[in-house]
């Protein structure tokens, strides 16, 4: 395999690969974790892995007993670690010998013979409702109970001895003795023999698959079977059955139809034997791609109000992520976590890409925009940041990898090179690169071989090392900025500038698209102004770049440089381009004299564009160039004519942003009435159900008026009526969190009402959560204890109720927990599941706008023993307290 000159320093240096390879016993324990030195020296001694796995699941019980058996193949003798932690040894043998059953820094070692090694083992691993990777979850509809694994990163190794990293991927056979009403799905379809009955299940051996991507799920769950053989079968909680029922056929549908999308494009049969869809019930992530058996959220399937357009889209996507995974994660899979990206990045981008294909009326480009850009720019800009490509030293620190640099950036800049590479480059190189690495491992460098190989066959030589360089191992992303000069009408200068947002002097080879948008004065009095609009394709990779393609073309209105969102960086828009977009993008500017230049960013036309273009101004009040309260008011006045669902949540949210935490309280009183009159109006009145579902969400954040509470308490009353809405549970709860949160007066009678009429499991979750909001010391405090201290609470439980306990106006009660929030955070990444840390720092951190939140956040960055990790985490949040302040020095309207 070749590696790229100049890449990152993946691999240990010569002289400890050597060691690894000739030491025959390890002199002291392995370290905590799974370090990359012992990743390495296992992944060049053993081989032909297969665990034979036995569990025995009991209702309500804290533990399960299992039993295993594992063989491998060892190229040398001496002592072996293998990783288990958090459970019990009951006894072990090696090779029919017993050995010692003591477990040092979560490693059993191994004499291990040079050969064939067997090793038997029975122990005893934890379950619970949360911090484990075996987890309980309470139906609290029926009193039933499910139980689920989840190992990645590398908390396979808290369920039963292996060997717990990506790259030793093994054949797993599998035995599991449960209650006798109880289903279980696993990677492989159950056999049926003599040996099954109700109480036991076996499944044949799977294909070779990393530990984090075997699997189980046991419980009285119930399948949803397709009429159609390609379609996956379903499985849901018995208590959700009827809900499920409706929901699963389209669900089903746009599975099938990603298969045979991806194994069409791929050029790659579908890897496993069969592909099943779990629904599985506080699941903390969106899904998990387990080879042959998704697990997904079951609130991202089965939704909890009332859905719109964007929340199918995503639903789409959510499906097709984890479908493309089986190919990009599960067959080929990266050899270690600093490659998380290989799987993440290509099945974020792979499913827009599908779908532009299955459902192009969805504009999923314009959806790739608006839901994917904003998060990874958000991150991009700060301090925080980390490369697409991430040095993880030990999979103890892998969760970290996650999060929107690996699930948006990647994918953004995927987007970038199939641009830069073009069409039939892209597709082949990824052809080859799965030929070549089915069911094995790869790193990023075998991809940019295969993609370079693509590219000299078709006679292009495109210089991806290069590219990639750039754009996986630097971290940050560049600012461009236009400057163009004019005479008698036509361009005579043209430059594209880059600069690093950071400052730290990068530079990023980059592919674009310039729209140019001009007036085409009339000939004569008889004919109207015309609109001339081109755009010019630049490759480019310096500071500055001369577009000479531009010389001599009609002086434009409007310059701007990412033209159908190739382009990835910030992209400013100069003062005439957008003074121009500002009346562009209104649909209430007068038309007249010159329509045909709307005509160019109107929804029917240009949809991208037009939500481009709304960004890009966005951005100017980001970067604190404009005022966000101009920016509400231009928003409110295009508002009553806006046609576009997701552009108007959109919009609601960066009004919601900007009256809480850009405007200062004065400003925020002065506009928020005429806020809350535009958006209950068209939260009645607009002309489709998508848009005044959208509104309704928006004016339930932005409420705060007493007649605007009085509206939310006339829709839970069922006097005020949204045309087409029926309110469902969440919905309820939704308002009645904000009524809590806002201290209305009547919000305590009307909370304790909804929580006796609502008993369900989740209505008693959305109670919890709601409480949360009481603007009250003494359940805050209690709340924060329960956060830090409680072993029943469900970890979704406290996800839900993050957001309300750090309501936007209780600063003055929150503050006080923001260090001692901070100060948790070495337990909660050791203990919580990936996307947690991340939600927990974003609650504390994003509802403060304050000097003084400001200083005790950099207070407690300046600590001298602060895991890396945490600080990089901590200042990439931070980043978005310290522009609110910044925003509201500046502007003091």
Not at 378 to 387: K, L
Not at 696 to 702: A, E, K, L, S
Request: glycine share 4%.
């Amino acid at each position: 395999m070749r590696i790229p000159s100049g890449t990152r320093p993946r691999s240990l240096s010569a002289a400890a690969i050597l060691l690894a390879l000739t030491t025959p016993a390890m002199a002291t324990p392995a370290e905590p974790g799974v370090s990359h030195e012992l990743a390495i020296a296992r992944a060049t001694r053993i081989s032909d892995l297969h665990y034979n796995l036995t569990f025995t699941l009991k209702e309500h019980a804290s533990e399960v007993a299992a039993t295993e058996t594992l063989t491998f193949l060892s190229s040398t003798a001496g002592d072996l670690p293998i990783d288990y932690r958090d459970g019990t040894l009951q006894s072990a043998t090696l090779n029919a010998h017993p050995i010692p059953i003591n477990v040092e820094n979560g490693h059993l070692n191994l004499p291990a013979i040079a050969g064939r090694n067997t090793l038997t083992i029975a122990f005893t691993s934890d379950a619970a409702p949360a911090g484990k990777s075996i987890t309980r979850y309470e139906d609290k509809d029926d009193g039933s109970e499910y139980i689920y694994t989840l190992f990645v990163p590398m908390d396979a190794s808290m369920a039963f001895p292996c060997f717990d990293q990506p790259d030793l991927k093994a054949k797993f056979t599998l035995e599991v003795n449960h209650p006798a009403n109880w289903t279980v799905i696993a990677n492989t379809a159950p056999t049926r023999n003599e040996s099954t009955s109700a109480t036991h299940t076996q499944f044949p051996e799977t294909h070779p698959i990393s530990t984090y991507l075997f699997a189980f799920a046991a419980g009285p769950f119930l399948p949803i079977h397709a009429q159609n053989l390609a379609e996956p079968t379903v499985y849901v909680r018995k208590s959700q059955l009827a809900r499920a029922q409706q929901e699963a056929p389209q669900v089903q549908q746009m599975a099938a139809r990603g298969i045979a999308y991806f194994e069409n494009y791929f050029a790659q049969p579908f890897p496993f034997p069969k592909y099943d869809l779990v629904l599985i019930p506080g699941f903390p992530f969106g899904g998990m791609e387990h080879a042959g058996a998704t697990f997904l959220n079951e609130d991202g399937v089965l939704f909890r109000s009332t859905p719109t357009p964007s929340d199918y889209f995503r639903r789409n996507t959510l499906v097709l992520h984890e479908t493309c995974h089986q190919w990009f994660g599960d067959l080929v899979t990266m050899r270690w976590f600093d490659d998380l990206w290989l799987k993440e990045g290509f099945a974020q981008y792979m499913a827009y890409k599908a779908l532009a294909q299955l459902e192009p009326a969805s504009n999923p480009w314009k959806h790739f925009y608006e839901d994917i850009k904003p998060l990874a720019y958000g991150i991009d800009e700060t301090q925080g940041t980390t490369p697409i490509f991430q040095n993880i030293r030990n999979l103890k620190d892998a969760k970290s990898a996650y999060g929107a640099i690996v699930y948006q950036k990647a994918p953004a800049v995927l987007k970038q090179l199939n641009y830069f590479l073009d069409e039939d480059t892209f597709r082949n190189g990824l052809r080859l690169y799965l030929k070549e690495h089915a069911y094995a491992n790869a790193q990023w460098a075998d991809l940019v071989h295969a993609f370079e190989i693509a590219s000299n066959q078709l006679g292009q030589s495109k210089d991806v090392e290069g590219w990639a360089t750039s754009w996986i191992t630097l971290r940050g992303m560049p600012e461009i900025t236009v400057q163009h000069t004019c005479s008698e009408g036509k361009i005579t200068t043209f430059t594209l500038h880059q600069r690093d947002v950071l400052n730290e002097g990068y530079l990023w080879p980059m592919a674009n698209e310039i729209l140019l948008v001009s007036t085409v004065e009339p000939a004569n009095a008889k004919e109207q102004a015309r609109t001339n609009t081109q755009t010019i394709k630049v490759n480019w990779n310096t500071a500055e770049a001369s577009v000479t393609d531009a010389i001599g073309k009609p002086c434009p209105n409007l310059v701007f440089a990412n033209e159908n969102d190739y382009g990835y960086g910030r992209f400013l828009l100069d003062a005439p381009s957008a003074a121009e977009t500002a009346s562009l993008v209104n649909p209430s500017t007068p038309r007249e004299p010159n329509p045909s230049i709307f005509a160019t960013v109107s929804n029917e036309t240009a949809p991208l564009r037009r939500s481009m273009l709304w960004g890009a101004l966005w951005e100017n009040v980001h970067v604190a160039e404009s005022s966000p309260r101009a920016y509400v008011e231009l928003a409110l006045q295009s508002l009553p004519q806006e046609s576009d669902e997701s552009l108007s949540r959109i919009q609601g949210a960066r009004i919601a942003t900007a009256l809480h935490s850009y405007l200062h309280d004065a400003a925020r009183k002065a506009i928020a009435p005429q806020a809350e009159s535009v958006i209950a109006d068209r939260m009645i009145h607009a002309p489709s159900l998508a848009l005044r579902i959208a509104n309704f969400r928006t004016f339930t954040n932005i409420s705060e008026t007493p007649q605007a509470l009085q509206q939310i308490k006339d829709l839970l009353a069922s006097k005020l009526v949204v045309p087409g809405l029926t309110l469902k549970p969440l919905d309820r709860w939704n308002l009645i969190s904000h009524l809590i949160a806002i201290n209305d007066p009547e919000a305590q009678s009307i909370f304790a009402a909804e929580k006796a009429h609502d008993q369900s499991g989740e209505g008693q979750k959305y109670a919890y959560a709601a409480e949360a909001a009481t603007p009250s010391a003494e359940v805050k405090a209690r709340y924060f204890d329960q956060y830090l201290h409680s072993q029943t609470i469900q970890e979704d439980w406290i996800t839900q109720s993050l957001r309300p306990f750090n309501a936007w106006n209780q600063t003055a009660l929150t503050q006080p927990y923001l260090t001692r929030a901070l100060n948790d955070l070495p337990d909660i990444k050791q203990h919580r599941k990936i996307f947690f840390l991340g939600a927990w720092l974003s609650a504390f951190i994003e509802a403060q706008n304050s000097p003084e939140a400001q200083a005790a956040v950099h207070a407690w960055l300046t600590g001298h023993d602060i895991d890396p990790d945490l600080r990089l985490k901590v200042l990439e949040v931070s980043d978005s307290l310290d522009r609110a302040v910044s925003i509201r020095q500046k502007f003091s309207d």
